[in-house]
């Protein structure tokens, strides 16, 4: 069974900017058609287009890192800002494979922390660049990303799933919001 695996440079660094320069981008319309003008760079979305896009053309080299038959499910992006963190939990088992995508920081890394205990014991941290991926099997194992200590990070979180009645998290097509 898979557990987990780092992929060093799964996307260009120069692709990795250009997705940060994007996600900026749609920060600023947000921002523009808000009454809140004080909320500059906080921006999360469910099936982002250019994050399926990626979901969906990266299907083939994940299920051949994992050595299973995997389905693409959805993604979930987002600009963390200082103080911002991902909480220690497990995955639904139908959120098979979890792959934590870095896209870029001000601070140009970014850390998660797994165990395979809820009290955290024996835990271990991988430390990704930008376009790094890391793949783990997210309903085995507790994992966490730690308060942000910089001003931003960009991260997009690529799942598959095992079912494939569960194909395309149950929407007709990647990209189409539930």
Same mark, same amino acid.
């Given at each position: 069974m898979f557990k987990y695996k780092k992929i060093k440079s799964f996307l260009e660094k120069d692709f990795c900017d250009f997705i940060v320069d994007y996600f900026i981008l749609k920060t600023n319309a947000k921002i523009e058609s808000s009454e809140d003008k004080n909320n500059f760079l906080y921006?999360?979305?469910?099936?982002?287009?250019?994050? /399926?896009?990626?979901?969906?053309?990266?299907? /083939?080299?994940v299920i051949e890192i994992v050595g299973e038959k995997l389905f693409t499910s959805y993604t979930y992006s987002g600009i963390y800002t200082l103080g911002d963190e991902v909480c220690n939990h497990k995955n639904k088992k139908t959120e098979k494979i979890e792959g934590f995508l870095f896209l870029g920081s001000d601070e140009g890394k970014e850390t998660i922390t797994l165990s395979e205990f809820d009290d955290c014991s024996n835990k271990f941290s991988e430390e990704l660049e930008p376009g790094d991926l890391f793949l783990f099997n997210g309903h085995n194992y507790w994992h966490w990303i730690e308060p942000l200590q910089s001003k931003w990070s960009i991260r997009s979180f690529l799942y598959f799933t095992d079912d494939e009645t569960l194909s395309c998290d149950e929407r007709p097509y990647l990209g189409f919001k539930k």
């Open positions: 921006y999360f979305e469910y099936a982002d287009a250019l994050m /399926e896009t990626i979901l969906h053309n990266s299907q /083939e080299s």
